[in-house]
């Protein structure tokens, strides 16, 4: 009984492995990729602002919030990050750093040269985004997958046969750029008080770089 047995499983598992291999001869593996590029429409930015003592740290933060106001940023878009106290500076005692953001709306231009103040230690980009990111991320995959199918379906076609079930799906490529920066910024970052005061210098979101979008599909299709 138990040798019936085992032969049993050795029959069960050979017929197995027939299978599988004729599955893998049946089928036709291929990748879709599908691209775009998207418009940012929000930027991100850190801010920050110092001062000699408590006092006037505290009438420094209610110019930015009255300058970032008047410019269109509203003050639930306005963050607090962090506040610093430097016992041993002879200069600048307190710093207070924000971040803020703003839309396509706002005139970055003008917002710049408002900002361009002693009491502005530094104003840099923390993001780039386009707030419909994940609806354009899943257009993008599906692209990619409608490629793949595509590719499947001519390369069968050639050989006279036709495109079956779809017997793997995976997504390969996860990708979106990272390093969106306006063309102005690449080289100057780091300080308001120097960049505002470049005359002829578009900081508008015209003068930005598109998000770039890549996805990469891997299917295997059954071979009819």
Do not use: C
């Amino acid at each position: 009984m138990k040798l019936g047995h085992f032969l049993m499983i050795g029959l069960l598992t050979f017929g197995s492995l027939i299978n599988a291999q004729e599955i893998k001869k049946n089928a036709i593996e291929v990748t879709g990729v599908a691209e775009m590029e998207v418009e940012p429409d929000e930027i991100i930015f850190n801010i920050g602002i110092k001062a000699d003592n408590k006092n006037q740290l505290a009438d420094n933060e209610k110019l930015l919030f009255e300058t970032l106001k008047n410019d269109g940023v509203k003050n639930e878009d306005i963050k607090f990050k962090s506040m610093y106290q430097n016992l041993y500076s002879k200069t600048t005692k307190f710093t207070k750093s924000f971040q803020f953001k703003v839309n396509a709306k706002t005139n970055v231009s003008k917002l710049f040269e408002d900002l361009n103040q002693k009491w502005v230690s530094n104003l840099n980009i923390a993001e780039i985004k386009n707030t419909k990111i994940a609806d354009f991320r899943k257009t993008v995959k599906i692209n990619a997958l409608k490629a793949a199918k595509e590719k499947a379906d001519y390369l069968l076609e050639s050989i006279g046969k036709k495109t079956g079930t779809p017997l793997e799906i995976v997504e390969v490529e996860d990708y979106m750029s990272d390093s969106v920066l306006p063309v102005a910024y690449k080289s100057r970052m780091a300080n308001v008080q120097m960049e505002a005061a470049d005359a002829g210098v578009d900081y508008s979101f015209d003068n930005i770089e598109n998000i770039k979008l890549k996805y990469s599909i891997k299917t295997r299709y059954e071979i009819l």
